[in-house]
């Protein structure tokens, strides 16, 4: 049965940082990427970086780019997200997920992705 579920999230103060772990179970971090998503309320859900089995990273806002970053575990079935300098406009529900492919994608489509963890929230005050 193929099982991601996140964890890591919390409450933490702006320019602080946190990182959140993606455990998969079903299947293996050697052929599968795993991308970051995360939902800030009434916003759509977001695609924020992917890494592949190489532990190649691919980060999809300009935003994120020198912020977070992205690395797996694969022999602890583990995927990662750093967050640093964290600010209020980080505030949101973070998603791990997969679409089978062995590289990570240009652009995030949700549709091409077929497994979802349930989300960590975190929220960042001031």
Do not use: H
């Not at 919390?10 to 946190?18: D, K, N, P, R």
């Not at 179970?25 to 991308?35: E, P, Y």
């Not at 592949?52 to 935003?63: G, L, P």
């Amino acid at each position: 049965q193929v099982e991601l579920v996140e964890s890591g999230g919390g409450l933490v103060q702006s320019g602080g940082s946190l990182r959140l772990s993606c455990v998969v179970s079903g299947f293996t971090l050697d052929f599968s990427t795993i991308t970051w998503f995360r939902q800030a309320p009434g916003k759509e859900r977001e695609g924020v970086a992917c890494v592949d089995r190489t532990n190649t990273v691919t980060v999809y806002t300009d935003s994120y780019r020198g912020r977070f970053t992205a690395s797996s575990d694969k022999t602890q079935s583990t995927a990662f997200l750093q967050m640093n300098n964290l600010n209020s406009d980080d505030t949101a529900v973070y998603y791990c997920a997969t679409n089978w492919d062995n590289k990570c994608p240009r652009a995030t489509q949700e549709r091409d992705y077929t497994n979802w963890g349930q989300g960590t929230q975190v929220t960042v005050y001031s």
